[in-house]
């Protein structure tokens, strides 16, 4: 079993920057795929993010592309989440998620196996 606990949530400007972090206990998640999703109230949970294994390869979504990043340290056990200029239609309930392996869709939420309880960020106009 992985626990995935996130952080770094909060209430922050249009136009600001926060930085997520997502810590992992029970295993060490070297040999995992790692994404982040958000969700907004009333709307389905969406792909942000996401790092291979390795930290070879990364993905995002269409709509944070140039502003988000994610990166992993594996001697951590941590997977992390920049994001800079906020918009408020970032607004949402930020969760990360684990998956072992090679991943066939790393941007579906489905694929993956651990979940933690989400993390909230609130960005005002």
């Known amino acids: 079993q992985v626990q995935l606990v996130e952080s770094g949530g909060g209430l922050v400007q249009a136009g600001g920057s926060l930085r997520f972090s997502c810590v992992a206990s029970g295993r060490t998640i070297s040999w995992y795929a790692m994404g982040w999703f958000r969700q907004a109230p009333g709307k389905e949970r969406e792909f942000v993010a996401a790092?291979?294994?390795?930290?070879?390869?990364?993905v995002y979504a269409d709509s944070v592309k140039g502003r988000f990043t994610i990166s992993r340290d594996n001697t951590k056990n941590t997977v992390y989440l920049q994001m800079n200029s906020l918009k408020p239609e970032d607004t949402a309930v930020y969760h990360c998620a684990a998956v072992e392996g090679i991943v066939t869709n790393i941007r579906f939420p489905r694929e993956y196996d651990y979940w933690g309880q989400g993390t909230q960020v609130t960005v005002s106009s």
């Open positions: 790092i291979t294994w390795s930290g070879g390869s990364t």
